[in-house]
């Protein structure tokens, strides 16, 4: 079974930064590319950013390239997103989710194997 825990949200003012972690198990992390999308309040699911499984490939939703860097430990089952510069419209619940792109997530959508969530504000 496909368990996913995100952590690392909260408040913070424009232009600050956050860590998003996503602690993976119940099946072979190693073996999947991995996204991060979002969901702000009244609005479907958003992806922002994409890895694949070796961890050499990184892709990025146009509005959070050079703010947004997405990692990942296969060792310890672990992808991040570190967020910084942040804007008020960044503000939403972000999932660690076990696709691989956004033509995926669309495909998918409400079905796409995802975590929790944690909410990012971004407020004054």
């Known amino acids: 079974e496909v368990h996913l825990v995100e952590s690392g949200g909260g408040l913070v003012q424009p232009g600050g930064s956050l860590r998003l972690s996503c602690a993976a198990s119940?099946?072979?992390?190693?073996?999947?590319?991995m996204s991060w999308v979002r969901q702000a309040p009244g609005k479907g699911l958003e992806w922002v950013s994409a890895?694949?499984?070796?961890?050499?490939?990184?892709f990025y939703k146009d509005s959070v390239k050079g703010r947004f860097t997405i990692s990942r430990d296969n060792v310890k089952n672990t992808m991040y997103l570190q967020m910084n510069s942040l804007k008020t419209e960044d503000t939403a619940v972000y999932y660690c989710?076990?696709?691989?792109?956004?033509?995926?997530?669309?495909?998918?959508?409400?079905?796409?194997?995802r975590g929790q969530g944690t909410q990012v504000t971004v407020s004054s």
């Open positions: 989710a076990r696709v691989g792109s956004e033509s995926a997530l669309q495909l998918l959508g409400a079905a796409t194997p």
């Open positions: 119940g099946f072979t992390f190693s073996n999947y590319d």
């Open positions: 890895i694949y499984a070796n961890g050499h490939n990184t």
